[in-house]
């Protein structure tokens, strides 16, 4: 696809620019991400990342707000400062707070956002992590390092942090041959080191504002994964009832917190997201767009074009000519 350009195709230094966050998905290697547009716009990604032996750093842009969700290997620790504005973000469900770094450790998390993201993250390999811990330290790293939530810390630590793995990443774009010696290598992945180090040292876990949440976040992420895989089914409020084990009150006020909306306000952009997703793929099997769009449970044909024209910005036909072109 046109839209879609490799920057870099050797396995050190990876990119891509595109308007497919699926291929967004697929291009980032062993971090199961999945992405879902949630608000309106004509959607462009950029990624590029760098791999340092143990060591992985990565600067990630999106100009439409979408929620990413992500199950990363154990072997993995990232932690990300976010560029972008907090005001319109969550991350696990809970509002960023100003100086806050994004601690992405512990199984799943998602990041929600409504307007634009901007993000710099490092990611550790767990054991060469704790083992460079220990030896900077002299201690074992904190169980508190490894949970997956947002945490305030020194805002020049936080700043510095992001401005030098940003710096880093421009070098090596630049002048690849600096990270082909040993040396190099070494010194780049002592500096990020130190950089995290001197950010997660201070940390304190932001305000929890309610002590009940938790439970209604549990449920609510149960029925994002279940809506995932079986969306195209349409189940009903009280079926998502059930898979959240909560009342339905409670699931409306879940999704209406964690996500910004209702659910059956997420299961009607995910089945859009869903149309997109098979124009886009265009397996052979369906080229017609009212048959993907029967497949998804659309039946006011009018009505579906015009909120996947609000949501997209190009109407279905216009998705499907673009396909056919690059095709």
Known sequence: MDLQKTIHSDKKIRGMSTSDIDELALFQE????RYTQLYTGKLQGDYLEINLGKLQVFRENLNVGALIEATPAKNFVPFAALLSNRNDTTFCGKHIEQNAI?????????????NHLNVIAAVF???????????????????????????LTDPLALTQYATGVNNIINVIKAKPEVIKTEN?????????LRLAYNVLKVTTPCTEKRVNQSKRCEGVRHVMDYLHHYGQNIPTIPELCKVAK???????YG???YLGVTPIRYLRLLRLNGVRRDLLVNRGKKDKIVDVALDWGFIELGRFAS????LFQELPSATLKRLKLEN
């Open 125 to 151: 390999d767990r054991d060469t992590f704790s083992h460079d811990i220990h030896m900077l330290t002299g201690q074992e790293i904190p169980n508190d390092w490894l949970i997956s939530k947002a945490c």
């Open 184 to 192: 190099s290598l070494r010194m780049i992945n002592d500096t990020i």
């Open 30 to 33: 062993n971090k199961n991400r």
């Open 102 to 114: 994004l601690q992405a450790t512990g199984g799943d998390w998602d990041v929600n956002f409504k």
């Open 255 to 257: 999704f209406k917190e």
């Open 246 to 252: 909560l009342s339905e009150r409670n699931l409306q």
């Open 307 to 310: 909120e996947y024209r609000q």
